[in-house]
């Protein structure tokens, strides 16, 4: 069974201050990991795919990068904007079937 | 470019009663899906339309649960009779692609069984 784990639950940051959040995941034939970030009342908001080991992407602050067991979203400079919820989901590939798993999210507050 | 809208944004209501959810996808999207939030767990995935069939269903918790999608368009997911357990948030998605790879979410239906 596919299984995505995200750490931490929750994390506080200073404006400007550097920090990763990590989606741990276990799947059998990834075909894509992705990044969501989630506002509150809102659904959530496609960020970054990756589909393989060493594959690298960047947005703004943003940064996503895959092992074969995992993927850190690295968040430079963050700003109070930056708050939200970030999902990560994986989907494997064989077999046809295309369902996403999802994690439980990490919380991110900036302060300003 | 209109997103994907969903309706009510809220419901609340008693056990026993029914419910139906709608979403309107983005149009032109033939892949539509459903998802539900349980408080304090992930998401997860309900089921997949293309088109008006149902390409995946295995994520249906029971047959309580009830999913159209008449004409390719809207879906609905009714939920009769509604249960304890069935609240959370529930989001529908679609995409253009089979994989669902790009998907775009709606703001989801917050339900509330009492």
């Known amino acids: 069974e596919d299984q995505v784990t995200q750490s931490p639950e929750a994390l506080r940051l200073q404006e400007g201050e550097s920090s990763s959040l990590n989606c741990s995941y276990t799947?059998?034939?990834?075909?894509?990991l992705f990044w969501y970030r989630q506002d509150p009342g809102k659904g959530p908001e496609f960020l970054f795919t990756?589909?393989?080991a060493g594959e690298e992407k960047e947005k703004e602050r943003l940064k996503a990068t895959l092992t074969k067991k995992e993927s850190f979203l690295h968040i430079t400079a963050p700003k109070p904007e930056d708050s939200a919820t970030y999902l990560c989901a994986v989907q494997a590939g064989s077999g046809g079937s295309y369902i996403p798993t999802f994690g439980r999210g990490t919380s991110l507050i900036v302060h300003p | 470019e209109a997103g994907v809208t969903q309706f009510p944004s809220h419901s609340v209501i008693e056990k026993g009663q029914t419910v139906t959810l709608r979403c309107d996808p983005i149009s032109g999207h033939d892949n539509l899906y459903w998802y539900r939030r349980v408080m304090g767990k992930e998401i997860k995935f309900l089921l997949h339309?293309?088109?008006?069939?149902?390409?995946?269903e295995s994520g249906m918790p029971n047959n309580r649960f009830l999913a159209e999608r008449t004409g390719g368009t809207y879906s609905t997911l009714k939920v009769q009779p509604a249960e304890l357990e069935d609240s959370g948030v529930y989001f529908c998605?679609?995409?253009?692609?089979?994989?669902?790879?790009?998907?775009?979410f709606g703001s989801g239906t917050r339900l509330t069984v009492v």
């Open positions: 799947v059998s034939g990834l075909r894509g």
């Open positions: 990756l589909y393989s």
């Open positions: 998605a679609s995409s253009q692609d089979l994989g669902g790879i790009f998907q775009t």
């Open positions: 339309f293309v088109k008006e069939s149902k390409q995946d």
